[in-house]
């Protein structure tokens, strides 16, 4: 049976809102989102944000749990078959219903490619850091 460590999934929530911040910064793709979203990055009011980087986290936290489920599940103990697991279940979970939500959106490839690389990216990162935090 596979214990779950909390502080570890609370940790890696974390870490996955710290690759959406690099992700979604000025210095990688911030930019190029905000151009193809048609967003602003100022970032809206302070109250908006709050409520949003507080359920952004919470649903980290149920990424992050159920990550670390799968990892236990299958006894997943290394960098690359961490990067495996969070690839497959990217592919096979989160990139079909976001495809899905485009092709009807009728929005931009490369949205559709940034948006869903971020979504990659961070699971990555959840993976990694269950997997490597023993």
Avoid: C
């Avoid at 996955?16 to 009011?45: E, H, V």
């Amino acid at each position: 049976m596979y214990n779950v460590n909390y502080l570890h999934i609370l940790v890696a929530a974390v870490v996955a809102m710290i690759a959406g911040y690099l992700w979604y910064s000025p210095y990688l793709f911030g930019n190029q989102w905000a151009k193809l979203s048609g967003m602003k990055m100022d970032g809206g009011s302070k109250q908006d944000m709050q409520k949003t980087y507080g359920i952004s986290y919470l649903l980290a936290v149920v990424t992050a749990y159920m990550m670390s489920y799968f990892i236990g599940y299958l006894q997943v103990t290394t960098f690359m078959g961490a990067v495996q697991l969070a690839f497959m279940l990217w592919l096979g979970f989160a990139m079909p219903p976001m495809a899905t939500n485009y092709l009807f959106k009728k929005t931009s490839q490369q949205l559709f490619f940034l948006e869903t690389g971020h979504v990659l990216f961070a699971m990555v990162a959840i993976a990694v850091t269950l997997v490597l935090w023993v």
